[in-house]
């Protein structure tokens, strides 16, 4: 079988320091990874970004809670009623299968909607076995979260890692309310860990059991479902996978403008086809090309527990299919109606004269899976060579600046424009070791927009060559437009 683009890409990841399996010295643990030092960066680039949009163009605020969290909330929540993955075990090997996958692998049909009961029958009326032979327990629902204690003898008490970072801004959201002068809408942001307990997360980056999230939490009127920046973006045209088309098993989107999916009632509020514009821009922005994206409606059958109405953003992966990487999802007054029932407080708004529950309209999105995602789109592999064509605002590391040799003085000349470019807060490498063309080549690998030589001529003119990486031409440049001309 020839090795797939995650394994090509996952080797340079690893040896360049992008990214690595976790506890790897003990043989890592599944659905676990560390980001290395220009994975952190590449990490932080797209965080940023999405904080530049959420935070910054929308004005939202950002708050930070704990991963850890007291049962009560979870109960709340319904996370520890709902948030579970049918299982079964082997009677003979004792290996632990989720039910739905076993089905679909031997039945070959979807089991997306499929409870234990369903799941149960279809087993046994087909008498699927183990690959060992064995037969199967009963399927019953495993609970996703990871479960702990927090302190000990009476006081101790059951906490869960959180499973998404929306409920440290729920049970917070009374405090919230009263910090943002009691205004609604009101937008609420966090970028943090959260945690879910996956079965067998065979999918490498795609499935974890540790990821980052970004949440954005929109508290609204119910009876205001408008967007008063609507009117910006109604003549944006977004590619529509709706759950008509799903159920027609049609393999093309329907292509409308917002203006239109609204009125039509595609979309159910212009709240929603708000978010799913701006998510859909954050993916752009970062540099997932449009084509390779689509809006997916979820199935009435397959939404969380919470949700009235979701709207999945996926993205085209060429080993994993169509990655879920954002929801934006309606979650009406779900969350913080339960949270008042069971914490007895009252967790009302007044608005024009009313008195009511806030209703949530969520913008959810996974950091790690698009970090995936981009490494593969912007992986180009060449005859004599592979590089990662990111943007400068995404690349790690903005330029390579080298001597072209170690003597001369044009290391001096070379330090001192590296110094001059850190003063600017632009991340760049010196690198004076092996020929001009090596250079290029770890720099390229790594997705560094430009490498900065400095020669001979440097010291007479000072200019130096600016090369770039997707088409390799060199240009001449002054030595105090460089700062200009690394951030086109
Ligand atoms: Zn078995």
Redesign the pocket.
């Known amino acids: 079988m020839p090795e797939r683009k995650y394994d090509r890409i996952l080797r340079i990841a690893k040896s360049r320091g992008f990214m690595w399996p976790s506890s790897e010295i003990y043989g890592g643990i599944g659905g676990f990874f560390d980001y290395g030092p220009l994975g952190s960066l590449l990490k932080q680039n797209i965080e940023n970004k999405w904080r530049e949009i959420f935070i910054i163009r929308e004005g939202m605020s950002e708050i930070e809670t704990p991963t850890l969290m007291p049962e009560s909330v979870f109960l709340a929540s319904g996370h520890i009623d709902h948030f579970d993955d049918p299982l079964v075990e082997?009677?003979?090997?004792?290996?632990n299968y989720r039910a739905d996958h076993i089905v679909e692998e031997k039945l070959e049909i979807s089991t997306d909607a499929m409870g234990v009961k369903e799941l149960q029958k279809l087993i046994s009326e087909n008498k699927i076995?183990?690959?060992?032979?064995?037969t199967f327990s009963e399927v019953w629902a495993f609970n996703l979260m990871f479960k702990s204690e927090a302190g000990a003898g009476k006081i101790k008490r059951d906490v869960y890692l959180r499973p998404e970072t929306a409920q440290g801004m729920f049970v917070a959201f009374d405090r919230l309310y009263q910090v943002g002068r009691k205004k609604l809408p009101m937008g609420v942001c966090q970028i943090g860990r959260s945690f879910r307990n996956e079965i067998s997360p065979r999918q490498g980056m795609i499935r974890l059991r540790e990821f980052t999230q970004a949440e954005a939490e929109i508290f609204y009127n119910p009876r205001k479902k408008e967007h008063p920046k609507f009117s910006r973006i109604k003549n944006h045209i977004l590619p529509l996978y709706t759950e008509k088309y799903q159920e027609e098993e049609r393999k093309e989107v329907l292509e409308m403008t917002v203006e239109d999916a609204v009125k039509d009632g595609v979309i159910a509020s212009q709240l929603q086809a708000y978010y799913l514009v701006l998510a859909e821009k954050f993916f752009e922005e970062i540099g997932i090309p449009r084509s390779k994206m689509r809006c997916r409606q979820q199935l009435s059958d397959e939404r969380a527990h919470y949700s009235s109405e979701t709207w999945d953003i996926e993205i085209l992966s060429e080993d994993f299919g169509w990655v879920e990487v954002a929801a934006i999802a309606d979650r009406t007054d779900y969350d913080v109606s339960r949270h008042a029932a069971t914490s007895r407080k009252k967790l009302e708004v007044h608005d024009e004269g009313e008195k009511f529950i806030p209703h949530v309209m969520e913008a959810s999105f996974g950091i790690d899976r698009p970090f995936y995602c981009l490494l593969e789109q912007s992986f180009v592999e060449e005859e004599d060579r592979t590089y990662f064509k990111f943007t400068s605002e995404m690349a790690p590391i903005k330029a390579g600046i080298f001597p072209l040799v170690k003597k001369d003085g044009l290391p001096e000349k070379a330090e001192e424009i590296f110094s001059d470019l850190i003063k600017n807060k632009i991340i760049v490498k010196y690198d004076s070791g092996g020929s001009i063309g090596k250079r290029y080549a770890r720099f390229d690998e790594i997705g560094t927009p430009y490498c900065i030589t400095v020669d001979h001529d440097t010291l007479e003119d000072g200019k130096v060559t600016i090369r770039k990486r997707d088409t390799t031409e060199q240009e001449y440049c002054k030595t105090e437009d460089i700062v200009e001309k690394l951030k086109v």
């Open positions: 082997c009677k003979k090997c004792q290996e076995k183990c690959k060992c032979g064995g």
